[in-house]
């Protein structure tokens, strides 16, 4: 049976969480937006996932920065400031009484709109705020037993088409690949850019372990992803040898081991890619480690 990165252990509390918008709060089964929406009408949005640990959001400055970087690229008012924004984040959770497990979903669009269109200029609201927080701890099967992925016949697009480090609503393309993947028994998509390299994955970063060296792509072609990121500066704060390069699936399915990286599954091992056995088809040594690492990293980043 397929699983994915996004598997979470049931939580019988999310059935009455209450979810902000636009500085209110409503029971998730009452929280509504109109379908006159930018980002429902047209994917004119942007998001975050955050975690929150023991009473504090991890590496929440760095989720900032790349909210309102993206704000800035696509010309959206937020209409808030970071304090203000911050402010709501945890408004949220304590409207919830929750402390830690938690995974949050900023989203921001750029509001309603007097027609069904594309024009910005049809936008006659502010901005649409809306935070969803919910109790998720990840399923430790799926990181003790790792995924299995499948390599999608749709491209990631370049940056002068849709600059995969948007992390924006238009999330199509992804959708699809996906769908592939799940339609071939894998549990999520390995999608390549347009000259054939190894990108990232539907959801995820993705990485590789050759002779004890960590090697993700460019960059070019995936999410500036906030844990990619950090994994990164692990490897060299740890003196384990990475590199941002282009590599192609020879070099995947010849791999010791891999993993992806994301904000709610943190490190989750691969085992196979296209039905290729990657290693010895268990969670690698240097994966564990690095996983290790990474939880302690949010830890500190949480004192």
Known sequence: MAKGTHEALPDERNKDVLVYINGEFFHRDEAKISVFDSGYLVGDGIWEGIRLHEGKFAFLDLHLDRLFQAAKTVDLNLGKSREELTNALYQTV????????????????????????????LTISGPNIVIIAEHK????????????LFTSTVRRPPPQSLDAKLNCHSKLHEVIALIQALKAGADEALMLDIYGNVATCNATNFFIVVKGEVLTSTGQHCLNGITRRLVIELCKANTIPVAEKDFSLTDVYGADEAFVTGTFGSLTPVISVDGREIGDAKPGKLTKTLSGLYKAAVQSSTL
Do not use: F, W, Y
């Open 94 to 121: 304590q409207r919830n009484d929750m402390h830690t497990n938690v995974h949050v979903r900023l989203m921001v669009t750029r509001g309603n709109k007097k027609t069904p269109a594309q024009d910005p200029r």
């Open 137 to 148: 701890l990840a399923n430790p099967t799926v990181t003790e037993t790792g995924i299995s």
